[in-house]
């Protein structure tokens, strides 16, 4: 499975990202590696493949964004508010089709990671928590708790994932943004669901 695919997502990479983006790229991927050999995720390398991925389609501005996933989505009612309020958040939905198309990847576990990076979802794997966990704690962020959440991911995942998650939504909230329904659902499902938070 997945023979030379280090190589091809390299080349694309180096070709259609920003050196700053290519190098958080990498380290999304070194953190989530690290994580899943943690969580005993079964291949470490879907972890890898997700962590690089994860924001491939991040070079295109919000106007191509649209256009790119006009022509290559048919459900476009369930994107109608974040095309409306926050079209940067496509490129993870954008991620998940080129990772499919461009890079063949048929596992549902790597193109759910890349497509629920930014805003989670209900019923998470143990993959798309550490992608998503990863994406904010990864070495090349320099936001306050950032190290702390690093820490934080290799005893408590779950844990990370939720503080994460809080701060999104708090940073949204304080900045009077568009709150996704889809971020909305994550954090009702986690709260609801996770007994030591309730
Ligand atoms: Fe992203
Ligand atoms: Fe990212």
């Not at 190589?7 to 690290?34: G, P, Q, T, W």
């Not at 962590?51 to 070079?59: N, P, Q």
């Not at 690093?150 to 994932?161: C, G, T, V």
């Amino acid at each position: 499975m997945y023979k030379n695919i280090e190589k091809k997502i390299f080349d694309y990479l180096s070709k259609h990202l920003s050196y700053e983006r290519c190098e958080h790229s990498y380290n999304v991927a070194m953190l989530a590696v690290k994580l899943a050999s943690v969580y005993n995720e079964k291949n470490i390398l879907k972890a890898q493949i997700a962590g690089l991925l994860h924001d491939c389609a991040k070079y295109m501005t919000n106007e191509r964004l649209v256009n790119f996933f006009k022509k290559n989505n048919k459900n476009l009612e369930y994107f109608y508010e974040i095309i409306r309020f926050s079209p940067y958040l496509l490129h993870s939905f954008a991620g998940e089709i080129i990772a499919r198309e461009n890079f063949k990847i048929k596992d549902k576990d790597i193109l759910n990671s890349i497509r629920n990076h930014t805003l989670g979802r209900e019923n998470m794997s143990i993959l798309e928590k550490i992608i998503f966990v990863a994406d904010s704690a990864s070495y090349d962020r320099k936001w306050e708790n950032a190290e702390e959440m690093r820490n934080l991911a290799k005893k408590d995942l779950d844990e990370a994932f939720f503080k994460i998650l809080k701060r999104k939504i708090g940073h949204a909230i304080s900045n009077s943004v568009f709150l996704c329904s889809q971020a909305v659902s994550t954090w009702n499902w986690y709260v609801s669901n996770n007994k030591k938070n309730t």
